[in-house]
């Protein structure tokens, strides 16, 4: 299993740009997120997707548009990049055994607008 | 609304020395709380839940509703501890977590 994926790795984009960060997982999760992580702010729900077909907005969504595109995959556009939007942005999925909360992360994408 | 609060940005502590990674929660409801863990250059990923009463890794970490808080502890901090860490709050019924922001650990030789 590979676990969350999430490509590119690293993005550098100039403001007004646009740009899709691809997520997939191959655990069967029902529910994925899409978080920002900024010094001194910690982890930031941008969207998140509790089933497939459905997505809900988090605590940053301003700025940015979710797709569920199957049960595997999340992805999160960027329709016109701005400096604030530098950031690493990290893709979970949860595990939906139970009561259990665990969220699996993927590797993040570091973004850099100038 | 609820929130995470870790107010130690950096923690820097001897080998052999013990830990205390502070949190606090503020929540109106029945909370359930995590830690989870980022090593350098790896993934971030759980490292307990309250509801399991688990020590993972020597780290063990009590909910204490009077003082709203969770703070992580270890007895002995080893130079593999040297990690991210993050408290989280899972509100009840929901799908989300909210996470604190983070307290860089140090353990130095």
């Known amino acids: 299993n590979a676990g969350v994926t999430q490509t590119p790795k690293f993005q550098v984009l100039k403001t007004g740009q646009s740009m899709t960060l691809q997520c997939a997982q191959d655990m069967n999760h029902n529910s994925m997120y899409w978080y920002r992580q900024d010094p001194g702010m910690g982890l930031r729900l941008i969207y998140y997707?509790?089933?497939?077909?459905?997505?809900d907005k988090g605590e940053v969504p301003n700025g940015y548009n979710v797709s569920r595109l199957n049960k595997r995959e999340f992805s999160l556009r960027l329709e016109s990049a701005a400096p604030s939007q530098t950031s690493v942005y990290f893709c979970?999925?949860?595990?939906?055994?139970?009561?259990?909360?665990?969220?699996?992360f993927g590797p993040g994408t570091r973004l850099t607008v100038l | 609304a609820q929130r995470v609060t870790q107010p130690e940005k950096l923690l820097s502590v001897f080998k052999g020395a013990p830990v205390e990674l502070k949190c606090n929660y503020s929540y109106s409801g029945s909370p359930e709380l995590f830690w989870y863990v980022q090593y350098s250059r790896q993934r971030l990923q759980l490292l307990l839940r309250h509801i399991s009463r688990e020590s993972i890794k020597g780290f063990t970490a009590d909910l204490n509703k009077g003082e709203t808080s969770f703070h992580l502890k270890k007895p002995f901090a080893q130079e593999e501890d040297s990690a991210m860490y993050y408290c989280?709050?899972?509100?009840?019924?929901?799908?989300?977590?909210?996470f604190g922001t983070g307290t860089q650990l140090k353990v130095e030789l």
């Open positions: 979970a999925s949860r595990e939906d055994r139970g009561n259990t909360d665990t969220q699996y």
């Open positions: 997707s509790a089933s497939e077909g459905t997505t």
């Open positions: 989280a709050l899972r509100t009840g019924g929901g799908n989300k977590l909210t």
